[in-house]
Protein backbone atom coordinates (compact mmCIF):
# COMPACT_ATOMS: atom_id res chain seq x y z
CA UNK A 1 0.00 0.00 0.00
CA UNK A 2 1.08 3.58 -0.96
CA UNK A 3 0.38 6.99 0.76
CA UNK A 4 -0.27 10.15 -1.30
CA UNK A 5 2.55 12.94 -0.05
CA UNK A 6 0.79 15.37 2.61
CA UNK A 7 2.53 18.26 0.34
CA UNK A 8 3.09 18.18 -3.25
CA UNK A 9 5.35 20.90 -4.60
CA UNK A 10 4.82 21.92 -8.65
CA UNK A 11 7.31 24.11 -10.69
CA UNK A 12 5.92 27.38 -11.13
CA UNK A 13 9.28 29.61 -12.74
CA UNK A 14 9.06 32.57 -13.50
CA UNK A 15 11.32 34.35 -15.79
CA UNK A 16 12.57 36.28 -12.83
CA UNK A 17 12.55 33.48 -10.51
CA UNK A 18 13.35 29.94 -12.12
CA UNK A 19 12.50 27.81 -8.83
CA UNK A 20 9.73 29.32 -8.19
CA UNK A 21 7.16 26.68 -6.89
CA UNK A 22 4.08 26.31 -4.94
CA UNK A 23 2.90 23.91 -2.68
CA UNK A 24 -0.46 22.70 -1.61
CA UNK A 25 -1.04 20.60 1.46
CA UNK A 26 -3.35 17.52 0.37
CA UNK A 27 -4.79 17.42 4.01
CA UNK A 28 -5.42 20.90 5.26
CA UNK A 29 -5.65 22.82 2.01
CA UNK A 30 -3.34 25.10 2.74
CA UNK A 31 -0.85 26.76 0.45
CA UNK A 32 2.36 28.45 -0.43
CA UNK A 33 4.25 30.04 -3.46
CA UNK A 34 7.65 31.16 -2.54
CA UNK A 35 10.39 31.83 -5.30
CA UNK A 36 12.67 29.48 -3.92
CA UNK A 37 12.44 26.01 -3.32
CA UNK A 38 9.77 24.98 -0.53
CA UNK A 39 11.44 22.02 0.57
CA UNK A 40 11.90 22.84 4.26
CA UNK A 41 8.19 24.24 4.24
CA UNK A 42 6.84 21.23 2.85
CA UNK A 43 8.76 18.74 5.70
CA UNK A 44 7.67 21.26 8.47
CA UNK A 45 4.02 21.18 7.55
CA UNK A 46 3.72 17.77 7.27
CA UNK A 47 5.11 17.59 10.64
CA UNK A 48 1.92 19.47 11.59
CA UNK A 49 0.04 16.30 10.23
CA UNK A 50 1.64 13.40 12.21
CA UNK A 51 -1.21 10.63 11.95
CA UNK A 52 -1.43 11.32 8.03
CA UNK A 53 1.65 11.07 7.09
CA UNK A 54 2.70 7.86 8.97
CA UNK A 55 -0.01 6.00 7.59
Do not use: F
Amino acid sequence: MTSSPVVVISPSPKHYAPDACSAECTICGMAAYSEKPLTEWARAHAATHPQQANT
